[in-house]
């Protein structure tokens, strides 16, 4: 019998997702700088952004958002009980019926592609020639769907196995073929007698083939074999079943983007491109900060909890929250206080107007409120399928979707576009409220002194966002280095402040930084 796979080293699983993934941010900032200097925040720009939401969309409805929560932990429990070779078992008859239904949604993606254009931005139907762009372009994008779905699944199985680095990857491949299209699209345009934009839709689809295939090598070294099988695995039924209560929480996510795509694509041309950046821009903390520290929290916590840990899945979990916070906190007073310098900085140049960065940080300002709930959101949806619970996440979903439309008409009738991103604040903020009361019950309490690290974390933010606020109108006017030293000092002020507050999540980070600093030791 196979003894008991260690549960991977959250500490060392998150630097090496975050590493991964703040190449995957910084590229995908650079992405963001070129696509909107080239296209600018206008129709055709509208139109990509609601081509690549279509097969998000489903990407999060079939494989990253349902099947990966769904699958992790069962890979997890699998791996720690049965062995390696039944978890590689699962592995296959998971990835046959993830094939079979890829096949079936990209087929739809492609021959229904206007309808579903016309279900996420009903307000182009008003400009002539948008909805067939959006439409043309999200049939370029419907294979992107299967490569960045398999990768997923990839992506999940080397999480369990305590690989992090190669699947936060996968943001990086997709960034940086986009921007060699936006940087080649006058040789699509002359080579094919097509727009220009259709060279990024194309390499975003053979982006999600190759980051797929990237991964096949590393699991492979593990003592993975790539075979698909239709046949029945004990624990696949089991999935489907968990996977069809999670499949209703994504939904519900998704359903909150598309009311809002809705909504932003009413009030004209550049309306859904300020939208989607705005959400880009603040998801930089949300991807790099959360996101690693959620996906090496989700393997841990699952093999913890399949082996009977509930005190050490007690402390992973709350360790994630602390870690999570104590730099996505900060990182959204400070996006909010200088959400316009900070949007003039990176998109204004090119095609991108001094109207489109007013547009896009007012919207950033209302994302910065919303951040916090969804990186808190990010960390413990994946719990509850962990803990072979994802039946309340779905019930919690189907009142915010209740609750979403009349939010969000009311936010954006009181305050115009800023609403919608403002309704998300309000929604995913209940959601993670009555999450936390629940797991709470689930784990027996929290790690000793969880809430009061999370006062002290929020006291040196608004301190830090004070002394911005200050300092800002102090210091004189020096161009875009005004934002630079804003943001290095809040930075600066944030960090003293949680080192003299001994906030306990940034301990382990300053031992490292003092044992480098120290050097070797010299031996008498």
């Known amino acids: 019998m196979q003894p008991p796979q260690e549960p991977p080293a959250m500490g060392r699983g998150a630097l090496a997702a975050g590493i991964a993934q703040s190449l995957g941010r910084a590229s995908g900032f650079l992405r963001d700088v070129i696509f909107a200097s080239v296209f600018g925040a206008g129709a055709t720009a509208d139109a990509f952004f609601v081509a690549f939401r279509v097969p998000n969309l489903f990407r999060e409805l079939l494989a990253e958002g349902t ?60 400009e002539p020639g948008k909805v067939e762009l959006a439409s043309w372009l999200t049939r370029l994008l419907a294979p992107f769907l299967a490569g960045i779905s398999i990768a997923a699944l990839f992506g999940g ?25 936006c940087l080649g699209g006058e040789q699509w345009a002359a080579l094919t007698s097509t727009p220009a934009i259709g060279a ?30 239709l046949r029945a695995h004990p624990a696949l039924g089991r999935a489907l079943k968990f996977a069809g209560a999670g499949l209703v929480g994504v939904i519900v996510v998704q359903f909150n983007l598309l009311v809002e795509l809705q909504l932003a694509s009413r009030a004209g041309d550049g309306a859904v491109s300020w939208l989607m950046l705005a959400f880009r821009f603040v998801q930089i903390p949300l991807s790099v900060i959360a996101g690693s520290i959620a996906v090496a929290a989700m393997a841990r916590f699952s093999v913890q909890w399949a082996q009977d840990d509930t005190a050490g899945a007690r402390l992973t979990l709350s360790e994630a929250i602390e870690g999570a916070l104590l730099w996505v906190l900060p990182a959204a007073v400070g996006v909010h206080l200088l959400a316009e310098p900070l949007v003039a900085l990176c998109f204004e140049r090119g095609a991108f107007s001094a109207a489109d960065t007013q547009a896009t940080a007012q919207l950033v300002r209302g994302y910065a409120f919303a951040v916090i709930g969804i990186c808190a959101h ?26 979403k439309i009349p939010v969000a008409l009311l936010l954006l009738d009181l305050f115009g576009l ?18 936390m009361a629940v ?31 200050t300092l800002s109108t102090v210091l004189p006017a020096m161009g875009h280095l005004h934002v630079i030293v804003l943001s290095a000092a809040g930075g600066l002020i944030f960090i003293s402040l949680a080192l003299l507050l001994r906030i306990r999540a940034l301990r382990p980070i300053w031992v490292k930084v003092q044992r480098r600093l120290a050097g070797p030791e010299v031996k008498q």
Not at 201 to 228: K, V
Request: hydrophobic share 60%; proline share 5%; charged share 15%.
């Open 67 to 126: 099947l990966s929560n769904v699958f992790v932990p069962l890979f997890a429990e699998t791996n720690a009980k049965e062995g390696v070779e039944r978890g590689w078992a699962l592995a296959n008859a998971m990835l046959g019926f993830l094939l079979v239904a890829l096949g079936l949604v990209t087929m739809v993606i492609f021959f229904a592609s206007e309808p579903l254009v016309l279900a996420l931005a009903s307000g182009f139907s008003a």
């Open 157 to 181: 199985m080397l999480n369990v196995r305590g690989k992090f680095f190669l699947p936060a990857l996968a943001p990086a491949v997709l960034n940086l073929a986009i921007i060699a299209a």
């Open 200 to 229: 990024v839709a194309f390499a975003a689809t053979l982006s999600g083939l190759i980051t797929a295939g990237i991964q096949l090598p590393a699991l492979r070294r593990e003592g993975f074999r790539f075979r698909p099988t």
């Open 378 to 403: 990010r960390v413990l949806l994946p719990i509850f399928f962990a803990l072979r619970d994802p039946y309340l996440p779905m019930r919690l979903s189907l009142v915010v979707m209740a609750i």
């Open 418 to 435: 800023i609403g919608l991103p403002l309704s998300h604040a309000v929604t995913v903020s209940l959601e993670v409220i009555v999450m």
């Open 439 to 469: 797991l709470h019950r689930r784990l027996e309490g929290w790690q000793e002194g969880l809430w009061s690290e999370l006062a002290r974390i929020a006291l040196a933010s608004a301190v830090m966002g004070a002394a911005v606020h």
